[in-house]
């Protein structure tokens, strides 16, 4: 029965108890969505990152990574892939020879990580034949002569890009509903070449003017780029034998992970292709990477790894990339914190709420008290009340903020236009898919219940301080 | 059989710097059964009495004996269990809990008592049909009158089946009807059940219906008559 006066007592006041109820509701969501879309940025570059850059788990000489001398190899290692393969929760193992290098063309120079794969392999560890940009080509699709792959960060620095609108790339801009104002005036860029982005930003700035070129430079450069593919790039770089070795490669691939970074770093090349000029005999690689069907196994799979290949240094890739890690499991403290903070501004607001309640019914408690209510039981129902606020609004909050990480988990959402570059600098896709662990929703509903029995203390104090026959004498 | 024994109360509020000896050395006893009156002026030190009488407040000097035991002596926690189990509250204001129904606020006393459902229920029906509110025992306290909402307080007063009932003056805000129509139910209550009835007053209707009246002023008996 306590319980049932509690909940009908903090409906007395409607438009009170609105308020503290619709404060959580804002409160709650916002700290919800807000750790939802970090969890969904991290878990997508997590996701990018064991796809394309790091799998599950990578196997190397156990000095290799000392300096990423390719000198340090995993000798015979189709021996060690036939064996890893059986392993029943792996679902591809990649042999790479990785390199430190330099990559030229006659536009430019760049270091680079020159991976020497086995093509097929590949496809079944990382995702960059998914990756490739429209019109850019193919992942060794073609039977040319010393094919190479290259991000599309690297082809701009390498200048083996170029912006050129077609009529065809006009029209797939005529689809962007906001673009409709300036869409007309694109006319008289097609067909237009140009050299650089430098040269089409200018160009729109002349055309569209500051603001606008501004507004739509992002979308109408995307579509208008353009990759010199089969161009030559000369790779340079140290043999095993300690002479600089030199080789050209024909573009034939560009791809685009999201990552910048990578994207700027990593090109590909044929194992067959780079092995002999590297000097590194048949049979030897610098690392073997493996992914496997989910990431829990991670673990389990590098201990049976360890088995099959004993002195070789076996990390899962949060051990290869310990920030992407590290983000993932600082998560649940990030929310802990932001919700600590939220709640703590929000329990003031319901002390608030609740003294005005106590001191309003200070009649009525003195006749509870005087009938024989016990002090334990004052107290449990004042708690109750600030408890049943709270989680009210907080059942709110979290089931608006369950409804739209729904909804946008879905749909996904989308800060290209704005923000693209930069989180693609840091390694992140600037399509976030928001996300949040039922374990998270349960810490949170003990917070609000933790705030609202903490909340309760002081007014419920003052209410069982009350002696019922002052209480009763006193004119409300 | 006397249900309460006063032995020479007396009660000093010295909270501010004038002393108030609101009760001068009262001895009283009660039976069990009576319908008694302590009327008197304001002030006169009636409600200060009844609160002690009620175990609201402590006496400065004296004795209170209920059923034999001395609730002086008693803590705090222990009187709010007494006062549960012994003794029934008729406020003036009517005092009912607002958010609950009439039928809820009689059987909440129960509740604390820890009383089984069946019996609640059955006893809350039993008491509400008494009074006269068999039909209204889903309304709210704001949908009833003064003299329902009073009604219902008496029929909350009785529902721990205590030893008697204090009442601090129950007919205060009612009209003449109203009034008759409390006393006349209280006034059954107290012959049917043999229920102590004690009120504090200074209305001349409730006067007419005690059987017993004690006069008090200045915080002493003035006289004790019994009709």
Redesign the interface.
Known sequence: ?IWS?SW??V??NKIRSLVVIVAFTFGIFGGVYMVAVFVGMIDSRVKMAIGNEASHIQVHHPRYLDNNEPKYTIDDYQKYVDQIRKIPEVTGVSPRIKILGMASTSGNASGVMINGIDVEKEKQVSGIDESLVNGGGSFFDEDGRKPIVIGEKLAKTLKLTYYKMTEEDKEKLAEKKNMRTVFPLLDSLIDKQFRTEADLDKALVDLLGKADAGKFAFHIKSAAIKYRLKRKIVLSFQSLDGHISYDAFRVVGVYKTGNSTFDGLNLFVRISDIGPVANLPAGQVNQLAILLSSVEHDDLVAGQVKEIMPGMDVQTWDEIMPEAGMYASAMDFYLFIFMVIILLALGFGIVNTMLMSVLERI??LG?????????K?VFSMIMLETVFLGLTGAALGMAISYGLIWYTGKTGLDLTSLYQEGFEALGFSPLIYPTIGWGSFFQLILLVVLTGVLASIYPAMKAIKLN??EA?RIDM | MKVIEIEKLEKIYDESEVKVHAVRGIDLSFEQGEFAAIVGPSGSGKTTLLNMLGGLDNPTTGKITIGGIDISSLKSSELINFRLSNIGFVFQAYNLIPVLTAKENVEFIMHLQGKPKTERDARTKELLESVGLGDRLDSRPSKLSGGQQQRVAVARALASKPKFVLADEPTANLDTEATENLLDIMERLNQEENITFIFATHDARVMKKARRVITIEDGKVLSDITK
């Open positions: 029965m006066i009908k007592n409906w007395r009649k009525e006749m509870l008290m005087a009938i024989g209510m016990n002090k039981r019922p026959s009763l």
